[in-house]
């Protein structure tokens, strides 16, 4: 399939990459050019602006930073469409962002999905994300092949926004997920027995999960390195909070994890992993 | 003085009254001329025919997105205001929207002052408001004889957007309080205890505020009818999140008590008095 590829960072390029591996023919576009090159040199190319990224291709594929960024390459795609484009977005945004700007593209004659990812780095380069995907059936169905190369465990969740409300659900449990087993390591730690011992022992109940086996694995090596940096974490949990608000939704348990990932950026800790939310833990208890 | 008026709500509609039996020659502007139809006031087609005819502007609205459309929007009052005259942005909004807002207007020779109000309806009505201002002294100094016609208690914060930061920090304080009463009459109830009693007791000791004076009443009296309408306090709460967000700030508290009144609005009690805080806690 012809697919043109907008946004390169550390996510964009390896899910660039695993389309060309996969066969498709590949057109990139990235604000900054030299950020183009290792995909060009994997045998891509290089378009001049997100409507040339579009033009001539049957789907155009988006991974950006943030709402307002989607909603800019977006407008270029649409000036750039042939009838029947179908236009992806797999950044991490707010439904109602995603449905506002699915809206306009369809005024334009693209069909859109929002298909934010989970999975991080190690998942893109991968090709393992998770993907959960908002949108219209026909346009799913086109899109498939293309997730296919990037993903493994890739769900159709329902129509336009349906996927960034999954993302913001995918966030709450992990990021409340992430604060849980920092605390019970916290709770260990204060207590005097050995947190290595109670992961171990937890793992094997009700209490496991991913989280406590990835991240409480790197808290116990104090492995800050991201990983999800917490300052994209607290972006997202900033979309659950709005949109609670929005919609008078009581979430108090997001609330309070929304606030350790604020004290978390603010505090100097916004590039390393989510998991540094121990080290505010420790120095709230004195246990630095 | 010529002084104009946009936004005779609940509490613009007693200020601008003041303003006007001050003996200062009032001009207005609605969205709706009939809702103003009755004011002893010249009634504007824009708000940029107001500006014309004015040296000072009030504005007292809902939103960061209202004042800007009002200030710098088509037939706006950037439109209208000479150079000199000076807007009082009485609204609460987002410190960031003053400060923005204020910088366009300065453009044009015209001055802003964010001057954001505490006392709610009552507090109108009485002239006896909490006035929080940011912006330059001598612009405040200018329209300091106006704000005495509405307030008893004006202080000068600082530079623009400042009146809006401390009218946040004044509502983080002030809802928090409405919980921590609520929580206290729910649990004085859920012990058999006669809640009129205990708030009667805690009214002579540390615990006393004005907040458990008037709202901790309202409990015991189970009046939920708006003095200020929660849907309002929500609002608020928006922008304090979004500026101690901005800063890296934790406020766990505020964030708490952000996700009660998030439940007050699912029950649709926005339109009354924040005191129903207390009926969320007995749904739970």
New interface residues.
Partial sequence: MKIGFIGLGIMGRPMALNLIKGGHEVTVWARRAESMQPLLDAGAKAAASPADAAHGNELVISMVADAPDVAEVMRGVATGAAPGLVAVDMSTIAPAAARKIGEALAAAGVDFVDAPVSGGEVGAIAGTLSIMAGGSQAAFAKARPAFECMGKNIVHVGASGAGQVTKAANQIVTGMGVLAVAEAFAFAAKNGVDRSKVREALLGGFAYSKILENHGQRMLDRNFKPGFKSWMHEKDLNIVMQTAHELGLCLPGSAATAQMFNAMVGSGHGEEDSIAVLKLLESLSGQA | MKVGFIGLGVMGRPMALHLQRAGHELAVWARRPDSVADLPARICATPAELGRCCEVVFTVITSSADVEGVALGENGLIEGMAPGSVLVDCSTIAPEAARKIAAQLAGKGIHMLDAPVSGGAQGAIDATLAIMAGGEAEVLERVRPLLDCLGKRIVHVGPNGAGQVAKACNQMIMVAAIQAAAEAMRLAAAAGVDCAKVKQALAGGSAASRVLDVMGERMVQRDFAAGIEARLH?KD??LV?EA??Q??????LA??V???L?????QGW?RDDTASLLRVLELQ
Avoid: E, K
């Avoid at chain 2, 800063?247 to 766990?252: I, K, L």
């Fill in positions: 929500h709460f928006g999140m101690a967000r800063s890296g700030v934790p406020v766990p964030a708490v952000g996700q009660q998030n439940a007050l609005m699912a926005g």
